[in-house]
């Protein structure tokens, strides 16, 4: 909370409610991955795929594998239940929704 976050935008698409712009794209704070620590401690899961996924797209998808096996996140039986965010990738962009 409250650190800064660098956004790289890939991709933007059209505007949506209240023609507010969104971008795609990959977050990072202190050379950290975002999406990658989401997927590994448990709190986001990967859309699934529309298309033929990538080597990026299986990584983290292995990742989302990992962090259920392994019952952290949203998928300890003991902890407690939030909603997690569902990542989706566009053109290595990612879309992150509750």
Not at 31 to 52: C, H, M, P, Q, Y
Request: hydrophobic share 30%.
């Amino acid at each position: 909370m409250g650190k800064e976050i660098s956004f790289t935008s890939s991709h933007q698409l059209p505007p949506g409610e209240g023609d507010i712009p969104r971008d795609l794209g990959n977050g990072e704070s202190n050379g950290v991955d975002i999406t990658n620590e989401l997927l590994s401690n448990g709190w986001a899961k990967v859309k699934e795929f529309k298309r033929e996924p990538t080597e990026d797209d299986l990584r983290r998808k292995g990742l989302e594998s990992e962090a259920k096996n392994a019952g952290r996140g949203q998928w300890n039986p003991h902890g407690p239940k939030v909603s997690a965010l569902t990542l989706s990738f566009a053109r290595r962009g990612v879309i992150i929704s509750s």
